[in-house]
């Protein structure tokens, strides 16, 4: 059965280095949860070494302000990489045949905020679907949206054979306490119409290769991955050789049938893991 901790006294000893996931660990989109500012502070200041990874479709610099915005302690960790500032070096870098041979014209399905992307890239983007080279997709434009908004884009990209960047494989994320559709749900849509889709984020290796030289020095048994999703974050640090820890009031709550910041029953952990495929090496009710 697995362990669920109330919170980061029984695991802080036990590593070295932290990868914290934002959204679901942190802060929930509109507020940081309580407790983490206490939490980061205080592993900080015992010497460890704390690196924010997130499936944020958008620069590590936009994604730490906003971060700090909501509460996070300034300069309380060594590093932000996010899943765009991945997909932004490939735009930039053109480091494989894929990225070779992508095209200029790009059509981008995902928000205002995540335009960042295209700054200092050699890309054009254009309005439509039937003028573009492949698609960026970084996320539905508005909280509101259904994957079946985006249906028709998507049958038609499809059709032209369109290839997709996905610069944020989560299929959900929590703001407050709303559960909404990430870029994973359009991108896992568009492969089912038989769309080919290159992913950048948790759980796939190229954004842990650009983030673990901050880690330089520390044996993998001694860093631990903190999200609060299988699929990702704990799938993704197993893939990398690392521990991991799920926080369980983020988007797998409602499954284990707590309230934001309750305590789970470790027999619903158990089954999801089971089902999911994906073992955490223990859970917390919150990192804190």
């Given at each position: ?46 010497g460890?070494?704390?690196a ?5 479709p ?9 971060a700090v ?43 205002e ?41 998507l ?86 050789g ?47």
């Open positions: 059965m697995i362990t669920v901790h109330d919170d980061i006294s029984a695991i802080a000893e036990r590593y070295d280095g932290f990868i914290l996931d934002l959204w679901g660990v942190l802060h929930d989109g509109t507020r940081t949860y309580p407790g983490v500012p206490e939490a980061m502070r205080r592993l900080h200041d015992a460890k070494r704390i924010l990874l997130s499936n944020a958008r620069r590590s610099a936009q994604a730490e302000k906003r915005e909501l509460g996070v302690p300034a300069g309380k960790y060594d590093l932000v990489m996010t899943s765009g500032e991945d997909t932004w070096h490939h735009f930039r870098d053109r480091p494989d045949d894929f990225y070779r041979g992508l095209g200029r014209r790009c059509f981008h399905i995902g928000p905020r995540d335009e960042n992307l295209f700054d200092g890239v050699d890309l054009v983007r254009v309005d439509d679907v039937g003028r573009a080279d492949f698609l960026l997709n970084s996320g539905p434009w508005g909280y509101d949206e259904t994957l079946a908004d985006h249906e028709a884009r049958q038609a990209a499809a059709a032209r054979g369109l290839p997709m960047v996905c610069a944020n494989p989560d299929l959900i994320v929590m703001v407050g306490l709303r559960i909404v559709i990430c870029a994973g749900t359009i991108a896992r849509r568009y492969e089912e119409l038989g769309g080919v889709v290159r992913y950048h984020g948790k759980p796939h290796r190229g954004v842990y290769d650009r983030m673990m030289p901050v880690f330089d020095g520390i044996p993998h048994a001694r860093i631990c991955a903190i999200g609060d999703t299988l699929r990702t974050d704990v799938a993704g640090a197993a893939a990398f690392l521990d991991s820890f799920l926080v369980t009031g983020g988007v797998h709550a409602e499954e284990f049938g707590i309230a934001p910041g309750g305590r789970p029953d470790p027999a619903l952990v158990e089954a999801a893991c089971r089902r999911e495929g994906h073992r955490p090496t223990g859970a917390l009710v919150g990192f804190r």
